[in-house]
């Protein structure tokens, strides 16, 4: 768990001065906040898995359906991030190529309550319950909260910009790891801990932790195979993440690129490996970033390498025998 800029703990052993406290606080970045379970960023494209779940569940789309994209949808003048079309796509390829356009739709057909309610069954908008103090809820869009802060009525563009994680929705980093292991995971949803045991000096355990099963993803074995297999794509020749294709073992993963109204995209990346019997889950969240794919896929990428490092080729002796 990282969260950055950090600070010196050694500062506070004999009592912070008072400049470096000031140079603390002065610090628009705030250091002394642990960004994985306090920062709260939209989801971006990260939130079309809850998206596309919702859909497929409720029967508003179909794995084999193929939806044209033009470049922008038909209701809204809206589209992909930089006009691309990708013509006729179904819901594989469409999560491979994090296409706006198709989730636009998506949103627009199970509309803004149900998309509501699976993001919730998904974790989101309430804490995950790890055993660290400040923890933020993050929020989920809806119309109820768009009244409640800004007194203004709910628009089909808004539901759009809901569907790929934009709008009023928020998630820390934290969340988007918990969500991700439950896909992983073939569904079931784990309490987050930090550690796995306690143990005293001469090495005796006081206390272990075993994994702690707290609910389940609220979709079907078929729907959990066909995002396992979207997101393993994404990874792909193809996919926003092809850089992870030539790794050791097979990534699955999502990028995320999440418009920021006080500066720079953020930029995003959840991925899991080995993807076939997956181990190993990383988040990342880059505060203005810029797209995922380049600023926070590297870093995964980097994490998976050291993880998972290249299988050191054989040496074979040739000396022929005397």
């Known amino acids: ?121 998904f974790g989101f908008g309430k804490t995950t319950g790890i055993d660290l103090f400040g923890e933020n809820e993050g929020i989920i869009a809806s119309p109820d909260y768009k009244m409640k802060v800004f007194d203004e009525d709910w628009y089909l563009g808004d539901t759009f910009n809901a569907a790929i994680g934009q709008g009023f929705n928020l998630a820390t980093p934290i969340q988007l790891a ?45 729907t959990l195979e066909l995002l396992q297999s979207a997101l393993k794509a994404v990874a792909q020749e193809g996919g926003t993440a092809a850089q992870m294709a030539n790794l050791s073992v097979p990534v699955a993963g999502k990028t995320g690129t999440a418009e920021n109204p006080h500066g720079k995209d953020h930029g995003l990346f959840v991925g899991y490996a080995p993807a076939d019997n997956p181990n190993l889950v990383v988040v990342a969240v880059i505060d203005q970033g810029g797209f995922g794919s380049v600023s926070a896929a590297p870093i995964v990428q980097r994490i998976f390498e050291y993880v998972f490092p290249p299988k050191q080729p054989a040496i074979v002796n040739t000396q022929k025998k005397q």
Request: net charge negative; aromatic share 10%; glycine share 10%.
């Open 1 to 121: 768990m990282v969260s950055r800029p950090g600070f010196n703990p050694n500062l506070f052993v004999n009592g912070i001065s008072s400049k470096d406290w000031q140079t603390i606080n002065d610090n628009p970045f705030d250091p002394m906040s642990n960004k994985v379970i306090s920062g709260e960023y939209p989801p971006g494209s990260t939130f079309k898995i809850v998206t596309g779940s919702a859909a497929l569940e409720t029967g508003k789309v179909t794995p084999q359906e193929m939806i044209f994209d033009s470049g922008k949808h038909w209701l809204i003048p809206m589209g992909n991030s930089e006009g691309e079309a990708l013509g006729w796509i179904n819901f594989h390829k469409a999560l491979a190529a994090s296409d706006n356009v198709y989730f636009y739709e998506m949103g627009n057909r199970v509309g803004i309550d149900v998309l509501k309610k699976y993001a919730a069954l």
């Open 178 to 222: 918990v969500m991700l292991s439950a896909v992983a995971n073939n569904g079931d949803i784990y309490k987050p801990h930090l550690v796995d045991k306690i143990v005293n000096d001469d090495g005796s355990v006081v206390k272990e932790i075993k994994p702690e099963k707290i609910g389940r993803l609220p979709v079907s074995a078929e």
